[in-house]
C-alpha cells in the first residue's frame, strides 16, 4: 500500500506557541494541505512563568530576561529584534532602529541583510515569507506468519516498516532566511513471539523479542539557543518482553510485565554530534553507541486485584499497581542535572460497587510514595539556561460512577 502526504505551511514567528511543522504521525491513504497565516509580531517580550507558561504582549523592553529558579539561580538574556538592530548600531538620533540604512557606511549591506532578517516588508520577522511546501510518499508494508502447534499456543514472526513524516522546524531564536525542514524517519522491525493460555486458562503467558534498525530519528535538540527538530542519525534498538496474567482463585487476578530495551545510536549526523557533543561538568552528550533519550532499560509492572462479595450482593474490589523504571536520559544532550534515576512507583485503590451495579463509590491514591523525578527537560549550553518538569506528588482522589 502507498502512503502519500503533502503539507504546505507557512512558517511561524519564533516567539509563536507552534511545534515543528506538520502534524506527525504516519498518514495511510491520506493527502492534505495544511495552511496558515504569518504571525506579525513587531516586538515581544516573553514572560516566563513559575509553572513553565509563556505569555506575549508587546513591548518597549529592549531584553528579555528568564529566570529559572533551581540550584544555581539562572539569568538568561535574549535579545529582541530591536534590540539585535541597536547592538549593531543601526538606530537614528531619536533611538529609532533603521533596518534599511548601511550597516557599514555608503556600499555596504543593509542592516537588516547583514544581522540575517529576511523580509523587506516587516524587517523584525524572524522567518521568510510565503509558501513552503513538501511532499512525502512511502510504501510501509508488514508481513507476518502463525503457528498454533495446539489450541492453547500460538507462535508468530513478523518483519515491518514503519514511518513518520518530515516537516519544519519553526522554533528557532535567530533570523533565519529558509524555513528549516527534517526529512521522514523510518524504521524495519523483525519480531518473534509466543501467545498461550496455560493452567485450564488460569493462566495468559505472552513473550515476544525484537530487533528494530531506526533510520533518520526526528528528536529535539539544540542549535546555539534555538531548540531544533532535525533527522539526528540512526540507531539500533534490540529488547524482549514477556506478560502475563494469573487468576490463582476466583475473585483474584494479578498481571505482570517485564520489559527490556538496549537503544543506541549507530550514526549521528556531524552537525549533532558538534553541538550536542560532551562537556565536561555539563552533558554526557550524544554519542555513537550511546543511550537514546526516554528510553529506559528495563521496565517491570506488578499489578493484583481482589474482589470481595458482601452480603446482598454488593462487593469491594481491591487494586494495587507497581512500576519499576530503570534510568533514562531526559534530552539528546544527556544533560547531567536533567539524568533521571530509577524510580519505583505505587498506585492503589478501594472501590464499593452496590448489588445492582448502579453505582461505585472509589478511594484512591497515586504516586505513594511520593517519588519526585524530573519526568522531561531540556538545556541549552550556549546561554547556561536548563529547565525541566517534575513529576506529580502523591495524590488522592474519590470518585463516584453512576450507571444509567
Known amino acids: ?24 504521525g504516519e498518514k495511510r491513504g491520506l493527502k492534505s494541505t495544511q495552511r496558515g497565516t504569518v504571525p506579525e509580531l513587531r516586538d515581544a517580550h516573553v514572560d ?59 556600499g555596504s549591506p543593509s542592516c537588516r541583510v547583514a544581522i540575517g532578517y529576511p523580509s523587506d516588508a516587516n524587517p523584525l520577522r524572524f522567518y521568510p515569507g510565503g509558501i513552503n511546501r513538501l511532499t512525502f510518499n512511502n510504501f510501509s508494508p508488514k508481513l507476518g506468519v502463525q503457528v498454533h502447534p495446539s489450541d492453547d499456543i500460538m507462535i508468530y514472526g513478523s518483519w515491518s516498516k514503519g514511518y513518520k513524516t518530515g516537516g519544519w522546524t ?17 524504521a524495519t522491525t523483525f519480531e518473534l513471539g509466543v501467545k498461550s493460555t496455560l493452567l485450564d486458562r488460569h493462566l495468559q503467558l505472552n513473550a515476544a523479542v525484537f530487533t528494530t534498525k531506526y533510520s533518520g ?25 514477556i506478560e502475563a496474567n494469573a487468576v490463582p482463585f476466583d475473585g483474584f487476578s ?29 552533558q554526557a552528550g550524544a554519542l555513537v553507541g550511546g543511550e537514546l533519550p526516554k528510553t ?37 544532550e544527556r544533560t547531567l542535572v ?47 539556561a536548563i529547565s525541566g518538569v517534575y513529576s506529580r506528588p502523591r495524590e488522592w482522589y474519590l470518585r463516584f460512577g453512576f450507571n444509567f
Open 170 to 186: 519553526t522554533r528557532f531564536t535567530t533570523p533565519q532566511t529558509a524555513a528549516a525542514s527534517y526529512e521522514p524517519e523510518k
Open 338 to 384: 536533567l539524568y533521571r534515576p530509577s524510580t519505583n512507583l505505587f498506585n492503589a485503590s478501594i472501590a464499593f460497587e452496590d448489588a445492582s451495579s448502579r453505582y461505585t463509590v472509589t478511594l484512591g491514591g497515586t504516586n505513594l510514595s511520593n517519588e519526585r523525578y524530573l519526568s522531561s527537560g531540556s538545556a541549552i549550553a550556549a546561554s547556561g
Open 1 to 24: 500500500m502507498k502512503s502519500g502526504f503533502e503539507a504546505c505551511a507557512i512558517p511561524q514567528n519564533n516567539f509563536g506557541d507552534g511545534t515543528a511543522g506538520p502534524a506527525k
Open 48 to 106: 516566563i512563568a513559575r509553572r513553565g507558561r509563556a505569555s506575549i504582549r508587546p513591548t518597549a523592553l529592549r531584553r528579555d530576561f528568564e529566570f529559572i529558579l533551581g540550584d544555581p539561580l539562572l539569568i538568561v538574556e535574549r535579545l529582541s529584534p530591536r534590540s539585535e538592530y541597536k547592538l549593531a548600531g543601526c538606530y537614528d538620533a531619536n533611538g529609532n532602529v533603521t533596518p534599511d540604512a548601511p550597516i557599514a557606511g555608503p
Open 217 to 241: 530519528i526526528q528528536l529535539n535538540y539544540q542549535v546555539g539557543t534555538s531548540p531544533t527538530i532535525d533527522n539526528v542519525g540512526d540507531a539500533r534498538i534490540k529488547g524482549f518482553e
Open 254 to 282: 494479578i498481571n505482570a510485565s517485564v520489559g527490556y530495551l538496549d537503544a543506541y545510536y549507530t550514526r549521528l549526523d556531524p552537525a549533532v554530534a558538534v553541538t550536542s557533543g560532551a562537556i565536561a561538568g555539563f
Open 296 to 332: 529506559p532499560e528495563w521496565k517491570i509492572n506488578v499489578s493484583p486485584r481482589l474482589e470481595l462479595p458482601l452480603a446482598g450482593g454488593a462487593k469491594i474490589t481491591l487494586l494495587g499497581d507497581w512500576t519499576y523504571t530503570a534510568h533514562m536520559w531526559n534530552n539528546v
